[in-house]
């Protein structure tokens, strides 16, 4: 009988048990320390001291892990640019533009200096008479009234009902002649010095050139063979358009491929 009691009443001593453990454990956590064994602190400074090594451990190799991370990524970014660098060219600055001297233009407006916009030339200047393409030697004179031309053979004839004249030019330093064929633009009568009686003369309009300076003016036709100069450049053309320079000869200048088209210097 007293055998069964004491059987019956270990689990309420066990939980007696049970319940003394947690109270003293309670106490003890309520001061925030836990009560160790003397005998135990070595083994706890041991595996403390385990621990602490195994951490420097895991940072060094960390450490040394992370480096050779960085080299490698290093080296991996040199490769890609030396392969950039062999693929691309570097930029090469191109070499400065030299821009090339401009030939002279040809010449080909000839030159004649001006003077309050009136062409200056001397007592004698190279003609281009172009209706022939050929080149003279003109005598400037104020005192002649119209100009005038070296004209041979001059013949007149009707066409279409208006005076038309048909007269040869000579080609200067030969014996040949040029036909021309232009119509009457009026007559006009010279008195000369050493004639008794006056002269009528044709005249007709002609283009020609001095120096730079083009025109179309009025000049009589007249066989000049015993004067020096084939033509004569009156009043008619110096008045408002040149000035005549008397201490000057050839004061101007034709193209050159006129001159070269008359055969040279005539």
């Not at 003890?28 to 070595?42: A, E, G, I, N, W």
């Not at 693929?87 to 090469?92: A, G, I, L, R, T």
């Not at 070499?95 to 080909?108: G, K, W």
């Not at 036909?179 to 633009?185: F, N, P, R």
Request: aromatic content about 6%.
């Amino acid at each position: 009988m007293d055998h069964k009691r004491s059987r019956a009443g270990f689990p309420f001593a066990s939980a007696w048990l049970v319940a003394g453990v947690a109270l003293a454990l309670a106490g003890c956590s309520s001061d925030r320390y836990f009560m160790v064994p003397k005998q135990d602190l070595h083994g706890l400074n041991a595996s403390l001291q385990s621990q602490r090594a195994t951490l420097v451990t895991m940072e060094n190799n960390a450490s040394v892990r992370h480096q050779q991370l960085l080299d490698q990524q290093q080296a991996s970014t040199q490769t890609i640019l030396e392969a950039i660098e062999k693929k691309v060219e570097k930029p090469v600055c191109p070499p400065p533009v030299t821009v090339p001297r401009a030939c002279p233009p040809p010449d080909d407006r000839g030159r004649a200096d001006r003077l309050k916009g009136k062409v200056v030339v001397g007592e004698v200047e190279k003609f281009y008479l172009a209706e022939a393409g050929l080149v003279y030697t003109a005598r400037i004179d104020s005192g002649a009234e119209t100009s005038s031309i070296d004209a041979r053979n001059i013949t007149r004839f009707e066409r279409d009902g208006n005076n038309w004249v048909r007269f040869d030019v000579p080609v200067p330093g030969t014996d040949r002649f040029i036909t021309l064929e232009k119509e009457i633009s009026r007559r006009v009568r010279i008195v000369q010095a050493s004639a008794d009686e006056s002269e009528r003369r044709v005249v007709v309009e002609l283009q020609f050139a001095i120096g730079d300076h083009k025109q179309v003016a009025e000049f009589t036709l007249a066989d000049r063979s015993n004067l020096t100069y084939e033509v004569l450049i009156g009043r008619n053309i110096l008045r408002d358009v040149m000035l005549v320079d008397v201490g000057k000869e050839f004061a101007t200048e034709l193209p050159r491929n006129l001159i070269k088209r008359n055969g040279g210097d005539s």
